[in-house]
């Protein structure tokens, strides 16, 4: 299993940004993806997640009519829309596949909102 997560950058408060994780070595259309993220001194904890045929979305209250979650099975990659960001959204933010067996992450990408 390998994700590689992509399309973080310094933003300002208010801004967007799209986060994409490119996945391989499993059967991706079969799994929830979901994505999370670790501010510095913080658990790392749940952003959003989606079911394998992308039918059922769940979102963290914190960014919940902010974030949108999708996934393109033809392409093995998952998406994460990020908009009206705020300062307290500044994060690693890190993929996962539901796949059995141990947790696989990817080397997740850094999102810095600030002015």
């Known amino acids: 299993v390998q994700l590689v997560e992509s399309g973080g950058g310094l933003v300002q408060p208010g801004g967007s940004l799209r986060l994409s994780c490119a996945a391989s070595?499993?059967?991706?259309?079969?799994?929830?993806m979901s994505w999370y993220r670790q501010a510095p001194g913080k658990e790392r904890e749940l952003v959003a997640r989606?079911?394998?045929?992308?039918?059922?979305?769940n979102y963290a209250d914190s960014v919940k009519g902010r974030f949108t979650i999708s996934r393109d099975n033809a392409k093995n990659t998952v998406y994460l829309q990020m908009r009206s960001l705020k300062p307290e959204d500044t994060a690693v933010y890190y993929c996962?596949?539901?796949?059995?067996?141990?947790?696989?992450w990817g080397q997740g990408t850094q999102v810095t909102v600030s002015s």
């Open positions: 996962l596949a539901h796949v059995p067996g141990p947790d696989y």
């Open positions: 070595g499993f059967t991706f259309s079969s799994y929830a």
């Open positions: 989606i079911t394998s045929a992308g039918g059922s979305r």
